[in-house]
């Protein structure tokens, strides 16, 4: 299993790790910062001794490194990891974003989450609504903007399956959970919102910054989609 240093400090930016193996472009290593793609967000990019670091994915309870160049780092050596910190960052903004915004329509309105995709530049959560217009996508991000302006700490720490899925509140996207984990991470936002989740987070909702709702569109017939960006 590797390491995930993006759970212990998820603002680390660069770290040292042992190669444990390599299969051509595919790296794994003993300890990890890159966040890998998974549970709607976008993996990392960055760079391993200076060789690109493409994508990262995570293949049951290891974590690969998909390098642009094959063989770049060998097995058994010490590498330095370089992560894409502003995409990071801006990673992470819109999770903590996405997550308040889904708490916000699902207390006003009772819809659940049906997916979500986390990007730098536009994110979009997706909801099991039949109405959803530009007038209410205002309301909802102004309600999320009132709450990131209240700074609220965002916590993480770990609990036990059973524990955590007693609370329904806890697991909005159940299924997005391997179902072996003995134990949840937990990410609780202030008041606003605690949920089951692997991703990575601001510390801080005034972080942020602002969120800034762009568009809506039907896909499906009980399918809104909302897309926004932070600035
Ligand atoms: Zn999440």
């Known amino acids: 299993m590797t390491r995930r240093l993006f759970w212990e400090d998820m603002y680390a930016k660069e770290f040292d790790a042992k190669v444990v193996s390599v299969s051509g472009a595919r790296v794994v290593l003993d300890q990890t910062a890159f966040n890998p793609r ?3 967000l976008v993996s990392d990019v960055g760079t391993l001794d200076g060789k690109r ?3 990262v994915v995570k293949e049951g309870e290891e974590i690969i490194h998909v390098l642009e160049a094959q063989d770049a780092v060998a097995a058994g050596k010490q590498v330095h990891g370089v992560l894409d910190w502003e995409r990071r960052y801006r990673i992470m903004k819109m999770h903590t974003a996405a ?3 889904s708490s916000i329509v699902n207390t006003e309105t009772g819809a659940l989450i049906t997916g979500n995709q986390i990007s730098p530049d536009e994110s979009r959560v997706d909801f099991d609504l039949e109405s959803f217009d530009r007038s209410k996508m205002s309301y909802y991000i102004d309600r999320v903007n009132e709450a990131v302006a209240r700074a609220l700490e965002v916590k993480t720490f770990f609990m036990k399956r059973e524990e ?3 609370n329904p509140g806890f697991v909005k996207l159940a299924n997005a959970m391997p179902p072996s984990l003995e134990m949840l991470r937990i990410v609780e936002i202030g008041d606003v919102d605690t949920q ?4 990575v987070h601001v510390k801080n909702t005034i972080e942020i910054g602002k969120v800034v709702g ?3 569109e039907n ?3 009980n399918n809104r989609r909302l897309y926004f960006t932070v600035v």
Request: glycine letters at 28%; charged letters at 25%.
């Open 219 to 221: 896909k499906g017939k």
């Open 196 to 199: 089951a989740d692997g991703g």
């Open 38 to 40: 998974g549970g709607g």
């Open 214 to 216: 762009l568009k809506t």
């Open 164 to 166: 955590a899925l007693a």
């Open 99 to 101: 997550h308040i915004l």
């Open 53 to 55: 670091v493409l994508e």
